[in-house]
């Protein structure tokens, strides 16, 4: 058991170095890594050790939307891939209004990226609560 929680914490790790990486097939391969970890976990059913609270208490302390959403390092493919990241905060009533506004300000990057947030913000909408909703249409 101890054993499973420290691979787990590794992984974590490995994400957030290949995330922070100045690389972008790294990046790549970083932001892949927490979908998988955060797929794993919804489908898991409890039977991880890694918890949803651990996860999210983990993505918020390494500030990992704010590497996604960075307005001098960001990259499409990076966003792309945000999606399950987002939507599973959402779901864990951890997705603030400061969040879903980083966000929405990064369509302001490029053209690509703006398609991508309208993406992520049309899929993750079942699952907001009234207060991204009103926030979205101010």
């Not at 914490?9 to 957030?16: M, R």
């Not at 001098?72 to 966003?79: A, D, G, N, R």
């Amino acid at each position: 058991e101890d054993w499973e929680k420290e691979i787990n914490e590794l992984n974590l790790d490995i994400a957030l170095l290949y995330t922070k990486s100045q690389y972008l097939e790294r990046r790549i391969h970083g932001i892949k890594l927490l979908f998988d970890i955060v797929k794993d976990l919804k489908y898991s059913s409890g039977s991880s050790l890694l918890t949803n609270q651990h996860m999210v208490d983990w993505l918020i302390k390494n500030k990992i939307l704010d590497i996604v959403f960075n307005p001098k390092t960001y990259h499409v493919q990076i966003v792309q891939r945000s999606d399950a990241i987002i939507r599973f905060l959402i779901e864990q009533n951890s997705f603030t209004n400061q969040d879903l506004q980083m966000v929405w300000e990064s369509q302001a990057f490029d053209d690509e990226v703006k398609k991508e947030v309208y993406k992520i913000i049309s899929e993750c909408a079942p699952v907001m609560d009234e207060n991204h909703i009103n926030f979205l249409l101010q």
